[in-house]
Structure formats: C-alpha cells, structure tokens
C-alpha cells in the first residue's frame, strides 16, 4: 500500500465498495453517513430508514444478549408485492391474457410468524402457499383465508393427507394435489370416490433440463420426482378411464433452488409448456402453469452466473417467463394458463439479519526480533535469521522456499527433543516476520509468484464470533455456501485487519473463512481492530431463507433470541415480537436431560464435598445458585 493511499480519509463509500453492501443490499441495506448500516425496509418509502447498532443497543437494553437473529416483517411485505408488481408490468407489457398467483413454499422457513405475514399481506394479490408435507398442510389450512389464493400440495401424500385436502376442496379451497409418483392417483381417486369430493388434480414433470448451480437436482431424468411423460400418458389414461380428466388442471416441476442462469429457466419453461400443450391436445382442462420455485438471490452482488449470484433480476426474470411461455403457447393457439411461481428463497431471504459481537481476537505474533539472541541460539535458528536480514524485493521467492525449509527442520527438531521451547518459539517468531516482511514487499509486484499471492492472509487475525455456525448458518457449514457478512457500525473507519470468523463452537469446522467478493472468494473478511472498551458487532445478512430449521445443536448451542420489527412510516420502530432463545436447560432437555434430576444429583455431589472437608455449607450455597443460574441462561457468551 503506497503512503498516499493510506493517509486518504476513508469513507463510508469506501466501505459500500468493500463490502458490495450496494450489490446485494437489493436496496434494503446500506451504510448511513455516520458509518452505520441501516435498513430501509419499505417499498415506497426509500426515504424511511432504522439504524441496526441503535436497534441493537434497544434489544440489549431490554436484556437480550447476542446471537441475535433480526427480522423486517416490512421486507416481507416489500418483497411479495414486488414480485406481483414484477409480473403485472411483464403481464400488460406483452399482452399476456392471463393471470399470476404466487404461493409461498411452506419448508423454505416454516416459522409462525412468516405465514402469518405471507398469508396477510399475500390477501391483496392472492398470494397462496405451498405445503409439501402433512404439517404444511395443517398449517396452511390454518392460516390461508382467502379463497381465491392456491393451495399446492406436493410430497409425498397418505390417505390421511388426501382426506385433509379433499375436505379442504370442498370448503371451498383452491386444493391442488400435484401427482409426485405415479402410484398416488389410484389412492387419491380411492378417497375422492369414497368421500364423494372431486379433487383439483396436478402433475409434478420431471424435466430433462437440468440447470447449473447448487441445488438442482430437482431436474433432470435422475431427479427423484415428478413423472416422466410416459407415466404422464399412463395417468391421463387412468383419469380417462374413470370420467375424471376434468380434474386435472395444473401443470407442475421444479428445476431446483437457486438457479443463478437464466437461459436454465427459459429452457426449462420451454420444456413444459410444450407437455402443458400436450396435455390441452389430450383434453385435459388445465389452466395452471406452475413452475415452481428457483428464483436466485444476488448473495455476493456480482450480478453473474455464479451460484452464489444471478445473472437477472426480478424484473428480467418476469419478463421472461411471460415471453417464454407466450412464445410456445401462442404456436398452439392455447389459452394462456395462470402462472404461478413457487419462490421461497427470493421471498424470504432478505428478512433475517443474524448479529452477534466478536469476544475476543488473536493474531500472529509477528513483534520484531529482539536485537540479541541468546548465546546457545542453535545454528538451524540464526540460519532463519539470515534469510530475514537479507530479504530484499528480488529475491522473495528464494526467501520464501528458505524459510518453509527452515521450519519445518526446526518443528522437526522440537519433536526430537533437539529445541527446547523457548527456542521453538523464536524459531516461530522469526517465520512470521519473513512472511509478514513477504507480504509487505509482494506488494510492490507487478507480477507475483503464485506461491505469494495470497500470503497475506496466512498472517490474518482469528476473530473469534459469538454464534454457531452449525446452529445459525447451516448452508456456510454444509455446503460453502456465502453469506455477505460485515461490521454493521464503524463502517468511516478505515478497516486496518484481515480476518476469519471462528464460532463459539470448539469444533474446528466452527468458522467462516470464505467471504463474497466481487472476483470469485475472499479468503480473509477486513474488519476493525475491536477496541476494550466497546463491543464490536457484525451481522450476517439474507439468511431468511433454509437456515433457520435445518440448524442444529451442535456443541449444544441452541435457538438464537429473535425479534422482529416493524417499522412505521415517521422513522420510528416497535418491536412486535421476541422470541426467547433455548436456555442451557432447554438445549440439554432436547438431548434427554433432565434439568430437575441434574441439580438433584449435584446437589448430593455438593453435599459429600461439605463432608470431605472441601468446601463449607455457605459455599455449597452459592455454587448451587450459580448451578441454577446457568441451566436458565443463554448458552451463548454472555457479558
Ligand atoms: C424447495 C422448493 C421450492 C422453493 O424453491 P426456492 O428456490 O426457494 O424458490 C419450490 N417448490 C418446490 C417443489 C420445492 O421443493
């Protein structure tokens, strides 16, 4: 880094750059002018924002220590009636005669509080849901009011499942039952014919379109669901056969989660509107076209066709299936269907901010070299010295070759007994001032070697981050997935560290390494130097959608303190709901403890003590209260 550079003021633009918070923010996040991120949680109103560090001084006011998930009911809204917003634009720019209903998929965050929020808002543009198991549908059933929204029903379903929606038909819901496997007509035309209720029948396709990306399995002839088009045949023979074609009226698939290109999309829409054509031809009604969900979020903001991105954006990915759909429809003179799309993850990603503090911080002891070594300093040590005192910009590479050499003769000596410890300690604490004097001249390069180009984060500090990976963020666990992460205050300070997050689990998979960057991955996230005097927060962002259910408690780490907000149109805020996260005594409680036992048993360990002499009545008191008091905190770091 030039001098120049570094004696520049920093700004906040500085860090919108650095963080791509403009990117991916979608407009819901951004920095304010005194360095704090703020959310602006209302379509219409861009001029109405909250600031997240006063949000999170009012939760621990209230008494709420950090991990902390943080969710916009606003953005929920914000982001149903865009997408219908998306859609009518497409719908009238092309003259497309039908409609578009969109129906929330239940599993992508089950939780209350998201139905609830769905479902009410969803009343004004019929907003349905789609519930793939038994308990989505008994979910559903209870918040789904309005008539005219749909009501999907895939998975795999029992008698007792098709009763519950044959019922729900007949009150008046627009129930479909989408055919995942080709054995479920027979017991659905069973119970139809046994309840006397005709159901509103679908089809799941499986495609052979199969699309790049994480998740997306969903297509291609490997995929687990849906029929192929021969048991397609078999099934409109079936419902033929017994005078039931009327009831088949939907045309269902799925490409998968996620879908960052969107030639995959347009290809896939091309695929089944010509079944959806095949099946007007063989006299089936139809009328709804259902293609699910897959509708990526910009997770990095690069706006490309990596998976962690999309090459379209809402508007885009609207118009073209409108267009895509007209295009093969119109050839066949077919009636335009009502569209519905199954999206979850572009729903509801953006509600959820995960925020927690960093408790404490380590990094390399790179403090220089004393002057004056001791007398008995072994030759293999003051070798290592050497290639640090003559370290010079030509020959870095050679340095770099010397000095892995020399420590890995230097660990190997320490093993042997050779070294003693203090000895082992210097021999370390003279590597790290090569590689940090490396790292400082690789700088100056036009070309760097490859062996040197990511050298400076070998020397990067660990922050270490009061929340669970496996618990909070399960995608970053299982499968790399990249979440943008960031210091949501002091953003007009110039970060001056690298970093990677380690969690508060002791598990060594316990960490995040990997951060969104506009080229490919960072492999170090810059952050603050965390001052003693103050707290420093950071918060992890679009995590609405997936983590919430498939965490776990790994190290016993369990429910995050939840609250959400609504925000009101003069700027103000309430918080609507708090949800209590699991106490120590709730986590172990799940694995079989019981709480009431434990203190017993603990009671009678501490009463043998007082008789073995070792602690006094008075001190097995307070260890009892201090027992107690830990089965009812948080089992989270708590200040
Ligand atoms: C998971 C799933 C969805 C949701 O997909 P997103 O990519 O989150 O929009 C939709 N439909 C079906 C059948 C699914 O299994």
């Known amino acids: 880094m030039n ?73 929920l809204d914000s982001q149903i009636i865009q997408i219908h917003e998306s859609f009518r634009t497409a719908i009238s720019k092309f003259d497309y005669k039908g409609e578009f209903k969109g129906v929330y998929p239940i599993k992508v965050n089950q939780q209350k509080q998201v139905i609830e929020t769905i479902t009410r808002i969803g009343k004004f543009y019929h907003h349905g849901l789609e519930a793939g198991s038994k308990a989505e549908l008994i979910a559903a059933l209870s918040f789904l009011d309005d008539k005219e929204a749909c009501l999907v029903c895939n998975g795999y379903k029992d008698r007792e499942f098709i009763d519950l929606g044959l019922y729900a038909c007949k009150m008046g819901f627009k129930c479909f039952f989408v055919l995942e496997m080709p054995g479920e007509l027979d017991l659905i035309l069973e119970r139809s014919k046994e309840l006397g209720i005709k159901p509103l029948l679908g089809v799941r396709l499986k495609l052979s379109t199969q699309a790049g990306g994480h998740w997306t399995e969903s297509g291609g002839d490997r995929s687990i669901f849906g029929l192929t088009i021969s048991q397609i045949i078999a099934a409109i023979e079936k419902l033929k056969r017994c005078n039931m074609l009327d009831c088949l009226q939907l045309l269902h698939y799925h490409l998968g989660s996620q879908i960052p290109n969107i030639r995959d999309i347009r290809a896939s829409i091309q695929e089944a509107c010509r079944v ?86 380590s990094s390399i002891d790179t403090d220089s070299v004393p002057g004056e070594l001791p007398e008995d300093t072994p030759d293999i040590i003051l070798n290592m010295l050497e290639v640090l005192k003559s370290l010079t910009i030509r020959n870095l590479q050679e340095c770099y070759n010397d000095a892995l050499y020399y420590r890995d003769e230097i660990r190997q000596m320490f093993k042997v007994g050779d070294l003693t410890m203090r000895q082992r300690a210097l021999g370390d604490k003279i590597f790290w001032n090569i590689i940090q004097a490396l790292s400082d001249n ?49 953003l007009d300070e110039r970060p001056s ?43 992890v962002f679009l995590v609405g959608a997936y983590q919430e259910t498939l965490g776990d408690l790994h190290n016993l780490m ?62 097995r008191r307070e260890i009892m209260s201090m027992y107690e008091e830990g089965l009812r905190g948080y089992p989270y770091f708590e200040q």
């Not at 003021?9 to 919108?16: A, L």
């Not at 995040?512 to 603050?528: C, E, M, N, P, T």
């Not at 986590?587 to 501490?606: D, G």
Request: proline content about 4%.
């Open 3 to 75: 001098l120049k550079h570094t004696m520049e003021r920093w700004t906040v633009e500085d860090s919108s750059d650095l963080y791509q918070i403009r990117e991916w923010g979608s407009g819901y996040f951004s920095i304010s002018e005194t360095g704090d991120v703020v959310v602006t949680p209302l379509r219409d109103r861009k001029d109405v924002s909250v600031n997240l560090p006063e949000i999170i001084s009012g939760i621990r006011a209230r008494g709420y220590d950090m991990p902390m998930l943080l969710r916009f009911e606003d953005i």
């Open 276 to 361: 959806y054509a095949g099946l007007v031809l063989e006299g089936a009604p139809m009328g709804y076209f259902d293609l699910g969900g897959g509708m990526a979020v910009d997770y990095d903001g690069s706006h490309t066709n990596y998976m962690n991105s999309r090459n379209y954006t809402l508007d885009e990915y609207c118009a073209d299936v409108i267009e895509a759909i007209m295009e093969i429809l119109n050839e066949h003179d077919i009636a335009h269907p009502t569209i519905i799309t199954e999206s979850g993850r572009a729903t509801v990603a953006y509600y959820s901010v995960l925020l927690f503090n960093i408790f404490d911080t």
């Open 442 to 490: 690789v700088k100056h390069l036009k070309v760097v070697p490859k062996d040197l180009i990511d050298i400076d984060t070998a020397l990067c500090d660990t922050y270490y981050a009061n929340f669970s990976v496996f618990q909070s963020l399960p995608d970053s666990w299982a499968i790399g997935y990249l979440f943008p992460v960031m210091p949501v205050h002091r």
């Open 497 to 539: 560290r690298n970093a990677i997050l380690a969690d508060i689990t002791c598990d060594s998979d316990g960490k995040i390494d990997h951060f969104i960057d506009k080229q490919g991955v960072r492999r170090a996230l810059s952050l603050h130097t965390v001052k003693e005097d103050e707290d420093y927060y950071l918060g």
């Open 558 to 619: 369990g429910d995050t303190n939840v609250v959400s907000i609504r925000v009101h149109e003069d700027g103000t805020y309430s918080f609507v709901k708090e949800i209590e996260g699991d106490t120590v005594a709730d986590v172990l409680s799940y694995v079989e403890y019981e709480p009431k036992t434990m203190t017993k048993q603990f009671r009678a360990t501490a009463e043998q003590a007082i008789r073995e002499n070792l602690i006094t009545p008075q001190e």
